[in-house]
């Protein structure tokens, strides 16, 4: 089998590849996605220690959190949908105001 | 690539390289083993989800129904602005 420390290096190494889309890209779609990045990062850290400890429990949490993550996915790309139809744009350094 | 970018990315590198060497590091008991889909002694992970976690499941699917009418009546609501 896989060493654990192997699966915690690919979920930081993921947690950081989103880190950096989050703080470098100014479009909100990419952004979402580098969060769905980090989001799989904990998911894989869930499903590593659940193997690691042979207890069921992080995987049960890994399936919840894939449920959670789709649902975010899906409110966000509504949010993003409207503000393009009311701004324009989806650069989040152009759209400056919470109200709309 | 700008400066602003190649900083982030060199302090997220730096980062990743000391997380891995301190995963490395460690002296872990094991290597990964093969948690069942179900178990007649009940350490699944079905037997955990419909189980333990049963009400967690009824909850998600709250969510998730929730989410979908959101993201439905947010993305149909440009006729109001």
């Given at each position: 089998?896989i060493?654990v420390e192997y699966d915690l290096i690919l979920s930081a190494a993921l947690f950081c590849i989103g880190l950096y889309g989050i703080i ?6 990419i952004v979402l996605m580098s969060i769905e990045i980090i989001l799989n990062a904990a998911i894989l850290n869930f499903v590593a220690f ?12 890994a399936?919840?959190a894939i449920?959670?993550a ?31 | ?8 990315a060199?302090?997220l590198g730096?980062f990743l390289v000391?997380l891995s060497?301190?995963f ?58």
């Amino acid at each position: 089998m896989i060493p654990v420390e192997y699966d915690l290096i690919l979920s930081a190494a993921l947690f950081c590849i989103g880190l950096y889309g989050i703080i470098v890209r100014k479009n909100a779609i990419i952004v979402l996605m580098s969060i769905e990045i980090i989001l799989n990062a904990a998911i894989l850290n869930f499903v590593a220690f659940s193997s690691y400890l042979a207890d069921p429990s992080g995987q049960v949490f890994a399936l919840l959190a894939i449920a959670i993550a789709a649902a975010e996915a899906a409110v966000g790309l509504a949010i993003f949908l409207a503000l393009y139809q009311s701004h324009g744009t989806v650069e989040l350094d152009k759209i400056r105001l919470l109200r709309w | 690539m700008n400066w602003r970018n190649l900083s982030v990315a060199t302090s997220l590198g730096v980062f990743l390289v000391i997380l891995s060497l301190l995963f490395i590091d460690r002296p872990w008991m094991s290597d990964l083993r093969e948690v069942p889909i179900y178990d007649e002694g009940g350490g699944g992970i079905a037997n955990s989800l419909f189980t333990t976690y049963s009400i967690t499941i009824i909850l998600i699917a709250l969510l998730l129904a929730s989410a979908m009418i959101g993201g439905v009546y947010l993305a149909k609501m440009e006729g109001k602005r």
